[in-house]
């Protein structure tokens, strides 16, 4: 896979595998950035409580779906938290960090996939997918009838399910997020394809992430380029300030 996003943007790297380290932010001084080839980045407390924040900010502005979905509760709310200045634990700290990470990264893959599938459509982080399935309901009141968007996109979600295209979360990444799969259905959706476009797409993805470099059993991913893609979301959001 490319290292970089069409727009010229870092990729995040993620390939496969849990192993995505920790901040640890109640010892003083944290290894976040333990490379595949054992190269580490020390943060201070104050600066990797600031990693964590600018992560939440992206995050947050990235259309990541309804606050009280019961996989969302609990994430959004220490998000929220943190950045109104409320002071987390330890383990709730880790829990925020690997969570965020997880999602941030899940979305840049489902980007990076849309991309290697050719799909003329947003970038996941900039989709707003309640938006798009609440018009897409509002449109028609019939969800059995044969050309409802909102059933099509799901019946293309569908044909991603049991594709090995997104890790699980792991640990502390906490529950699944379903945003990724649901955008992959929708942008075979907007971009026009049908069934049989949408398993086509799904090859070509999945031989573009067999391509991809694999993960060192035991090593981490570079916590850095979530950092510049959580600050991009967060640039975007200020050029484009909502409501």
Request: aromatic content about 6%; some cysteine; charged content about 25%.
């Amino acid at each position: 896979m490319s290292a970089q996003r069409s727009d010229g943007s870092p990729r995040s790297g993620r390939t496969g595998g849990p192993g995505l380290g920790s901040l640890s932010p109640s010892e003083g001084e944290h290894d976040v950035a333990a490379g595949p080839y054992g190269m580490h980045r020390k943060l201070n407390e104050d600066q990797s409580l600031q990693a964590i924040k600018t992560m939440a900010h992206g995050y947050l502005n990235s259309f990541p779906g309804a606050n009280n979905m019961a996989n969302n509760t609990m994430l959004h709310g220490d998000a929220r938290n943190i950045l109104e200045g409320t002071k987390l634990n330890a383990w709730r700290l880790g829990r925020l960090q690997a969570g965020l990470r997880y999602r941030l990264e899940s979305m840049d893959l489902a980007s990076e996939y849309k991309d290697i599938a050719g799909l003329d459509f947003l970038d996941c982080e900039a989709f707003d997918l309640q938006s798009w399935q609440e018009t897409a309901d509002s449109e028609s009141e019939d969800r059995r009838a044969p050309n409802h968007k909102h059933d099509l996109a799901s019946k293309f979600t569908n044909v991603f399910d049991d594709a090995d295209l997104f890790d699980p979360p792991v640990g502390e990444e906490g529950y699944a997020y379903s945003k990724p799969w649901d955008y992959l259905g929708v942008a075979c959706l907007e971009s026009g394809l049908d069934l049989d476009g949408v398993r086509k797409a799904l090859s070509k993805m999945q031989e573009g992430r067999g391509s991809s470099s694999p993960v060192i059993e035991g090593t981490t991913q570079i916590l850095t380029p979530v950092l510049v893609k959580a600050a991009r979301v967060e640039a975007l959001d200020a050029e484009n300030p909502q409501g």
